[in-house]
């Protein structure tokens, strides 16, 4: 399992097991539904599908994921909080502090005119190094709060309930036959 627990990419992550724990159609069909990105930054390390509208809220999703230069991918996410859609997308190795600055970033960006997107950053090990950065560093107020704590906690009791979520929510973003009035993609 580690290879797809620590995969390097989004693909490897739902392909390497032998035993995929998500509808493998449902994840083929939305990967080939994905359409190339209005923008990049941080040379393709950023990918940006959709970008920010005034009138919409967002969620800017951190995962640390080890942090630094040999370590593992870190990922941002940037999702319509009305539609679930994905704006963006970063998936680069970077320390904590620089994760936190892009974090801030993305959320003053996508948080509209005198607003900021609510970040939510996972707790867990360098997550925290995150948060305190996001709150000494870049004074960012709008940060996700679990319990009256800050940033959320993955665990072995919570993350089977976030796997068996994902894969309903892959099953019914089916682009084809009863599942026709969810727009497509992007769903990477």
């Not at 393709?44 to 800017?60: C, F």
């Not at 998936?91 to 959320?107: D, F, N, P, V, Y």
Request: glycine share 10%.
């Amino acid at each position: 399992m580690r290879t797809q627990e620590f995969a390097e990419d989004a693909e490897l992550c739902f392909r390497t097991s032998g035993e995929c724990c998500f509808d493998v159609e449902a994840v083929e069909q939305c990967l080939a539904a994905v359409k190339e990105p209005v923008e990049t930054r941080r040379d393709g390390a950023l990918r940006i599908w959709l970008p920010p509208l005034t009138s919409r809220e967002y969620l800017v999703a951190v995962d640390p994921a080890g942090g630094g230069p040999d370590g593992d991918y870190a990922a941002v996410q940037v999702i319509d909080l009305a539609t679930g859609m994905q704006c963006a997308e970063l998936q680069q190795r970077l320390g904590t502090l620089e994760l936190a600055r892009i974090a801030a970033s993305l959320g003053r960006e996508y948080g509209g005119s005198g607003s900021w997107a609510l970040v939510a950053v996972e707790r867990n090990n360098h997550g925290s190094g995150v948060l305190a950065y996001l709150d000494a560093v870049e004074r960012y107020a709008g940060v996700y709060q679990q319990a009256g704590v800050a940033g959320w906690l993955t665990s072995a009791g919570s993350k089977p309930a976030m796997i068996s979520r994902m894969g309903a929510l892959l099953a019914s973003r089916l682009p084809e036959s009863r599942h026709r009035s969810i727009p497509p993609g992007p769903y990477p």
